[in-house]
T-cell receptor
Framework: GNSVTQMEGPVTLSEEAFLTINCTYTATGYPSPFWYVQYPGEGLQLLLKATKADDKGSNKGFEATYRKETTSFHLEKGSVQVSDSAVYFCALTGVIGGTSYGKLTFGQGTILTVHP | DAGVTQSPTHLIKTRGQQVTLRCSPKSGHDTVSWYQQALGQGPQFIFQYYEEEERQRGNFPDRFSGHQFPNYSSELNVNALLLGDSALYLC?????????????FGPGTRLLVL
């Protein structure tokens, strides 16, 4: 089955610093990668996604490019804010055995804390 | 337009008891998936329902069962609760159109088993 490996955290940055959270995966078939964010005490919110190789997803200043050759979907932001403090999850759906049901496989999450 | 809603928000049970969690999908969505998120971990897929049938299941025992109703809402039932079932249970809804379809999550039900 699919598996997702995320950069281990926690990550602590100062406001306006550059952020990278690495995500690599193993999958069969044709995976679609996602980044979800979880703010304290809340459920998961979609941050961005990609549907085919070399697609770049972007939202709220965050970006990630789907690289099939390196099986990666690293998350980046040029200038983080205190309000970006949250847990970030890389996730993957895909085709397994010719069947596509959209099951999401998640990484373990990366805690980001941004200080003023 | 209401998003995914779940009830109850919190629940406390004792070992051996049974619990039912409820989920209403986002308007227009026909597929509901359930996930278990233990503290400090990523969500783990339990199962997915479409057209009132379970069409994919993760590595969870038969104590975990579900149901989808004609209005697409869903229930998750857990029997013979164990301490290890304590977690945040997340429901997600989507359209059954393909692999890249986004799943929208509810706020979750936090279950504590004592």
């Amino acid at each position: 089955g699919n598996s997702v490996t995320q950069m281990e955290g926690p990550v602590t940055l100062s406001e306006e610093a550059f952020l990278t959270i690495n995500c690599t995966y193993t999958a069969t078939g044709y995976p679609s990668p996602f980044w979800y964010v979880q703010y304290p005490g809340e459920g998961l919110q979609l941050l961005l996604k990609a549907t085919k190789a070399d697609d770049k997803g972007s939202n709220k200043g965050f970006e990630a490019t789907y690289r099939k050759e390196t099986t990666s979907f690293h998350l980046e932001k040029g200038s983080v804010q205190v309000s970006d403090s949250a847990v970030y999850f890389c996730a993957l759906t895909g085709v397994i055995g010719g069947t596509s049901y959209g099951k999401l496989t998640f990484g373990q999450g990366t805690i980001l804390t941004v200080h003023p | 337009d209401a998003g995914v809603t779940q009830s109850p928000t919190h629940l406390i049970k004792t070992r051996g008891q049974q619990v039912t969690l409820r989920c209403s999908p986002k308007s227009g969505h026909d597929t509901v998936s359930w996930y278990q998120q233990a503290l400090g971990q990523g969500p783990q897929f339990i199962f997915q329902y479409y057209e009132e049938e379970e069409r994919q299941r993760g590595n969870f025992p038969d104590r975990f069962s579900g149901h989808q109703f004609p209005n697409y809402s869903s229930e998750l039932n857990v029997n013979a609760l164990l301490l290890g079932d304590s977690a945040l249970y997340l429901c997600a809804s989507s359209l059954a159109t393909g692999v890249g379809e986004t799943q929208y999550f509810g706020p979750g039900t936090r279950l504590l088993v004592l």
